[in-house]
């Protein structure tokens, strides 16, 4: 049976160090303790002036090239995961496809916000499984939200960062590695609590908007704390029920970076070690659609996997939109 298995992964941090100490100045009081005593966020990376989301996912591919020893033109298919794209149209994955010379690839923009990764992950899978001519698929999760903060809201800009992940999968038919299920769900009762709300058509960008700052990523509504917990610990279970392995037996769980403090809850919840979640936010701040992807290749070049072992991918974003699937690596 045609199944899909990742074989490579890369990921990019731009090269602007922001500390908290910066922010610190800017807002005239202190959020460095509080960050790092709740977030453990020290610094975050974000894009000089002349770098776009385009640019981060050139490097993010070309680090995954490297890795699976394939050129731009063996990809069938690219799929970007941004809410932060170059454009509102057209797609990001044009400009990316153009940039790297992917001249054989079909490519799309997918916007599930900050659970893209792993709805692209699940896409790509899809597309390998159902159609033969897909031999190479390549993923991308990208975020350039520095260009959305308003520096002056403390809520959001000192949480936020930019970067970029990627992976890319091929075809398999053996039983070591591969997809083994996934669980997409999504709450839209919330879609107005966070997002970026002027510059589209629901609110074109006028001069008042604008003035308002509602072209800027904006808190609007109090998530319930124990949402994420509850929601990621559920589909956890859910995945590994649907592909017949115990929860116990998760080697990796690459988790939305946004709270340290969630994800170890659900850790907590599903009886297994804190590290089994690594984190990355502590340096790169939360980097969206791109942190999963990040933590992951951090493990990957650590050597932190082996053949067989059994990962997961749980990522939550605005909307809401929650993502899980597993994989044997």
């Given at each position: 049976m045609r199944n899909a298995k990742i074989i490579a992964t890369g990921s990019y941090n731009p090269p602007v160090i922001v500390p908290n100490s910066w922010f610190n100045e800017q807002l005239g009081e202190d959020v460095d303790t509080w960050l790092q005593e709740n977030l453990t966020i020290k610094n975050r990376r974000w894009m000089t002036e002349d770098q776009t989301t385009s640019d981060l996912c050139v490097e993010a591919a070309s680090q995954a090239l490297d890795m699976a020893g394939l050129k731009p033109e063996d990809i069938d298919l690219m799929i970007i995961s941004t809410d932060t794209p170059d454009f509102i149209s057209p797609s990001t994955a044009s400009v990316v496809q153009h940039k790297m010379n992917m001249t054989k690839a079909a490519t799309f923009d997918i916007n599930t916000a900050c659970a893209g990764f792993v709805t692209a992950l699940e896409t790509a899978t899809n597309f390998i499984k159902g159609d033969t001519k897909y031999k190479y698929a390549l993923v991308i999760g990208a975020y350039a939200m520095s260009r959305f903060l308003d520096v002056k809201d403390k809520k959001t800009a000192t949480l936020f960062a930019d970067g970029a992940s990627a992976a890319i999968l091929t075809p398999t038919s053996d039983s070591v590695s591969g997809h083994l299920?996934?669980?997409?769900?999504?709450?839209?009762?919330?879609?107005?609590?966070?997002?970026?709300y002027c510059g589209a058509a629901a609110e074109p960008p006028t001069d008042e908007a604008l003035a308002a700052k509602r072209h800027k990523l904006q808190f609007v509504k109090k998530f319930p704390k124990e949402l994420n917990p509850i929601m990621w610990t559920d589909m956890i279970r859910s995945v590994a029920e649907q592909g017949g392995f115990d929860v116990a037996d998760i080697k990796r769980a690459f988790m939305t970076q946004i709270n340290i403090n969630q994800i170890w809850e659900t850790m907590d919840n599903l009886g297994l070690p804190r590290e089994t979640a690594p984190a990355i936010m502590s340096e790169l701040g939360y980097t969206g659609s791109a942190a999963i992807g990040m933590a992951f290749d951090q493990s990957v070049r650590n050597n932190e996997l082996s053949r067989g072992d059994i990962i997961v991918f749980m990522g939550s974003g605005g909307g809401l939109t929650f993502a899980c699937n597993a994989f044997r690596w």
């Open positions: 299920s996934s669980d997409l769900r999504t709450r839209g009762e919330y879609n107005d609590y966070m997002g970026i």
